[in-house]
């Protein structure tokens, strides 16, 4: 007859809901994988802003290494919670032959969603003292 619709054959009934749900969880998994690669840098970009952040506020005249632990501490626990500020350090060194502060942030590695190792990722940030310092 010719207006009436093709009949699939009788091995391949019901294979579009098959294939439909296969190519639908693997666009989600591929959605999902993008989605935390993307958490991940964000939370380690934000850790090395905080680090950035502490090293410059100890460089300041006047202000002390321990000053700029807790400026990181306070920048990671508003933008990322309290977890995310628990192992931070910070020193003296040279940076490019110049005398420097350091500090150093050991965050968790965000694997399943927020979730992760602890001390998955350590980020320092330098700053250059100023002078008198």
Known sequence: ????????PDGERGSAPVEFLLSATVLVVLVLGVLQVGAALLVRNTALDAAAEGARWAAVEGNTTE??????RQ??????????????????TAFA????????ARIPLPVIGLLGPPDGIEVTGHAALEPGE
């Not at 007859?1 to 699939?8: H, L, S």
């Not at 000053?67 to 990181?72: L, M, P």
């Not at 920048?75 to 003296?92: E, F, K, N, Q």
């Not at 032959?97 to 150093?104: I, N």
């Open 1 to 8: 007859m010719p207006g009436a619709p093709a009949v699939p």
């Open 97 to 104: 032959q110049q005398p420097a502060v350091r500090v150093t």
């Open 67 to 72: 000053d700029g632990v807790e400026r990181a």
């Open 75 to 92: 920048v990671l626990t508003d933008s990322l919670g309290p977890r995310y500020a628990r192992s931070i350090t910070a020193g003296r």
